[in-house]
């Protein structure tokens, strides 16, 4: 029985890069230590700004569901086909309303695409 490659196999990392992983490499860093207090204000600040994102689609569904009954979509069809309209692109404004044309403009589309939901589509 011969041994072949009696020799121990260089590796690719130090065939390639010039570097070798074993004996006498370096240890890591050490990450920077990082505040616990601004940790948990960032923790904070993002869930407020979840929060807000929640309460502005909620009025956004709110001012289309108004903007719904006015167009002539049934009242008790109304909540149904708020939830069929894409509102993703509707955005709030400067005041923090939401926008009424841009909700007009998608509650009219989803009239013509369902009129079976309005008063007059019978």
């Known amino acids: 029985m011969t041994r072949r490659n009696k020799k121990q196999q260089e590796s690719v990392l130090k065939s390639v ?4 992983l074993g004996e006498g490499a370096t240890p890591a860093p ?3 230590e990082i ?3 601004l940790i948990a204000a960032a923790a904070t600040m993002a869930r407020a700004e979840k929060l807000e994102k929640l309460a502005d689609a909620a009025e956004i ?3 289309a569901f108004e903007a719904a009954r006015a167009a002539g979509v049934k009242r008790q069809s109304a909540r149904g086909f708020v939830k069929l309209l894409d509102l ?3 955005a709030m404004n400067s005041d923090g309303e939401p926008d009424e044309a841009e909700i007009t403009r998608i509650v ?3 009239c013509e695409e369902y ?3 309005t008063t007059g589509g019978r």
């Not at 890069?17 to 070798?20: L, S």
């Open 17 to 20: 890069f010039g570097f070798d």
């Open 30 to 32: 050490n990450p920077p």
């Open 35 to 37: 505040d616990p207090a």
């Open 61 to 63: 569904r709110a001012a």
């Open 88 to 90: 993703s692109g509707v």
């Open 108 to 110: 009219r589309a989803g």
């Open 115 to 117: 009129p079976e939901l």
